[in-house]
């Protein structure tokens, strides 16, 4: 019998991934970054302070780890003050923006539920 090699298995950072926000049809999406998800909702990191409080808008994602793509409908539930990253000179602000998951369905709560297990994030 031969031996098999150990599989490498590739590590991939969890966070921050990507969302693309559309707030209506036809308009351009807005890039952020998703640096914590949850079933109910998700905290991204954005570079315009466009967003108020009790907007819909549409989000965008694909869940890394298990390679889910996902559009779901959400609301602005909190906006947070910008946060300064300096770097060389040069100041570069971020927003954090709190959304809420109005529609997503059974399959993306799945996901998203699969997903923090696999990263450690819940024990469920």
């Known amino acids: 019998m031969s031996e098999q090699k150990p599989v490498k298995v590739k590590k ?20 952020g970054e998703i640096v914590k998800i949850v079933e109910v909702g998700f905290l991204a990191k954005v570079q315009a302070p466009i967003f108020k409080v009790g907007e819909n808008w549409s989000a965008s994602f694909e869940i890394p780890v298990l390679r889910a793509s996902l559009k779901a409908a959400v609301k602005v539930m909190k906006t947070y003050d910008a946060h300064e990253k300096f ?7 971020s927003y954090l923006v709190e959304f809420q998951f109005l529609q997503i369905g059974d399959e993306g709560k799945n996901a998203i539920a699969q997903f923090c297990r696999a990263i450690g994030q819940t024990s469920k």
């Open 12 to 31: 991939v950072t969890p966070y921050p991934f990507r969302v693309d926000l559309v707030r209506s049809e036809g308009a351009p999406p807005i890039p």
């Open 87 to 93: 770097e060389e000179k040069n100041s570069i602000k």
